[in-house]
Nanobody, 122 residues
């Protein structure tokens, strides 16, 4: 059974930082590509960043380049998203999912965690 548990969200002022974690189980994490997605109220879900755990390749959507950094610890089956210089438009529920392709986080598998809320105040 695939399990995904996101954590690390919270309320932060603009310009602040948060580090999200995603702990996975039920599939070969060290061979997987993983991604962070977010969904703000009234908006469609969007991809944020993805990483290939086997080769370390990464992808960032334009709006977070230079501010967010994705990483994985395959020994802990955990993926991270370091978010710096947060902006109010980063406010959303953040989810992690395994994906088929790192580029543009394509082909997300239909497995979901509970998500973690990130709220950035102005």
């Amino acid at each position: 059974e695939v399990q995904l548990v996101e954590s690390g969200g919270g309320l932060v002022q603009a310009g602040g930082s948060l580090r999200l974690s995603c702990t996975a189980a039920g599939f070969p994490f060290d061979a997987a590509a993983m991604g962070w997605f977010r969904q703000a109220p009234g908006k469609e879900r969007e991809h944020v960043s993805c990483i290939g755990n086997s080769d370390g390749s990464t992808y960032y959507t334009d709006s977070v380049k230079g501010r967010f950094s994705i990483s994985s610890d395959t020994a802990k089956n955990t993926m991270y998203l370091q978010m710096n210089n947060l902006k109010p438009e980063d406010t959303a529920v953040y989810y992690c999912q395994p994906v088929r392709l790192v580029t543009e986080c394509r082909g997300a598998y239909d497995y979901w965690g509970q998500g973690t809320q990130v709220t950035v105040s102005s």
